[in-house]
């Protein structure tokens, strides 16, 4: 009898000071809510960080989101008993993972650009911040397991830190966009620096069920700065700037590459029929463009003979590149002779390759068609020296170079990204070689 009165009463008096805290100026209930933070600069070796790869840790975080979506009614119930969309699908798309004790307790995807573009861009202009310079990755389908939701910042900084070490490390990531329910923006802007994209708030967003939502983004670039500002002088378990730019979390297993790529494929033709077509009806219910879109994406034939199936006269082959082009992230260094013998080198960074060339950025003016050595360090112990020209200016450093004869390293890094599926097979690189 005591309880049953003494739960309305807490409840009434926890209403009634979260109304008082919403009088306060915004400033001093930031500065409240980043007094409040508990992170733990040694969290239990049980827990475990890493990219979600297998079928069981795929399954195990839509299952997850699924349970947090359902319950926060952004969906309603799927008789999968999993959340998956479409952009679950793309190899663009990144799983991150905490496992406690091998069970997954909290998920987070990375969505980077692609030609099915970012779910929030359906309500949100992003043109302010495509202007700006680095890649955008939208940070989306966060869940963390009900039993960890009251202990603070156990699971969810441990894979927020984990989120920003894998963007500015593999993901060649510069600007996080999120969209987020309002009673939730003000964490993101008074813990981790959020700004929004505007300040309307969006009633109805189909993404999450008709849920309202606000628009908001992260510069990776510049938020160290921001964080050394308001947690530098704060106690370890309160020091989110040293958490997330100065610890080292062993807890943390960012993926092992051989080359410079920046995404982290891990759907097998398989994975993506069991996911997408025996447990959810992902794929049939896309519209015929996007369908075309997919099979551009996964054009080898194991993928096309899981893809939904395109009709005859919706196939729009204007969507197809003539050559496939990559993304990775490797250093270069460019050099030429001119007329009168002097030889430069020019620093690079290759940011896109295909078969036949590749684009990169340069501190310093390069001229066109003129033939020079590049040396591009494809990985960490795998360097190409080839013979290139550049073909195209691009304007702000971008230059378009074409290759002569590739050598011996090139062609099996390219024939590896061309003909793999997922991002282990650039490990075993040299049997995807052909006479090409």
Request: charged share 25%; proline share 6%.
């Amino acid at each position: 009898m005591i309880r049953k009165l003494v739960l309305p009463v807490r409840r009434l008096l926890h209403g009634t000071l979260r109304k008082l805290f919403n009088f306060l100026p915004q400033r001093r209930r930031f500065a409240v809510y980043r007094n409040l933070v508990d992170c733990d600069p040694a969290p239990n070796d049980r827990l475990e960080l890493k990219i979600a790869e297998t079928r069981e840790e795929l399954e195990a975080c839509f299952s997850l989101l699924h349970d947090a979506y359902v319950g926060s009614g952004f969906m309603k119930p799927d008789p999968s008993g999993m959340r998956v969309t479409i952009y679950h699908a793309l190899p663009t798309t990144t799983t991150l993972c905490a496992k406690y004790d091998g069970e997954v307790v909290g998920t987070l995807s990375l969505i980077r650009e692609s030609v099915l573009g970012f779910p929030l861009q359906r309500i949100f202009d992003l043109t302010a911040i495509r202007e700006k310079k680095g890649n955008i990755a939208e940070a989306s389908a966060l869940a963390v397991h009900r039993k960890f939701r009251r202990t603070g910042g156990s699971i969810l900084f441990p894979l927020m830190k984990f989120m920003y070490e894998y963007c500015t490390t593999f993901f060649d990531t510069r600007h996080v966009v999120i969209a987020v329910n309002p009673k939730h923006i003000e964490m993101y802007e008074s813990l981790l620096f959020f700004e929004r994209l505007t300040q309307n708030v969006v009633e109805n967003y189909d993404f999450v069920n008709g849920a309202p939502a606000i628009g908001a983004t992260l510069d990776l670039r510049s938020a160290e700065e921001i964080f050394k500002k308001h947690y530098e002088s704060k106690p370890a378990k309160r020091n989110l700037h040293a958490f997330f730019f100065r610890l080292e979390l062993p807890n943390i297993k960012l993926p092992q590459r051989r080359f410079y790529t920046t995404n982290d494929p891990v759907l097998t033709p398989e994975l993506l029929d069991y996911f997408f077509n025996v447990r959810t009806h992902v794929f049939s219910q896309l519209s015929d463009r996007k369908k075309c879109l997919m099979h551009t994406i996964y054009d080898l034939p194991a993928y096309q003979a899981v893809l939904p199936a395109i009709s005859e006269g919706s196939q729009d082959g204007s969507a197809r590149r003539r050559h496939q082009r990559f993304s990775v992230r490797c250093p270069a260094q460019l050099s030429l002779v001119a007329p009168d013998g002097a030889q430069s080198k020019i620093k690079l960074e290759v940011f896109q390759l295909s078969r036949y060339g590749f684009k990169a950025h340069a501190l310093h003016p390069i001229p066109i068609n003129v033939w020079g050595e590049a040396m591009i360090k494809l990985g960490p112990s795998e360097v190409s020296r080839i013979q290139v020209s550049a073909s195209r200016d691009s304007g702000e450093g971008i230059y378009g170079f074409r290759l002569g004869e590739p050598d011996l390293i090139w062609r099996k890094f390219v024939n590896a990204l061309y003909s793999g599926s997922i991002h282990a097979d650039l490990e075993n690189a040299t049997r995807f070689m052909t006479d090409r």
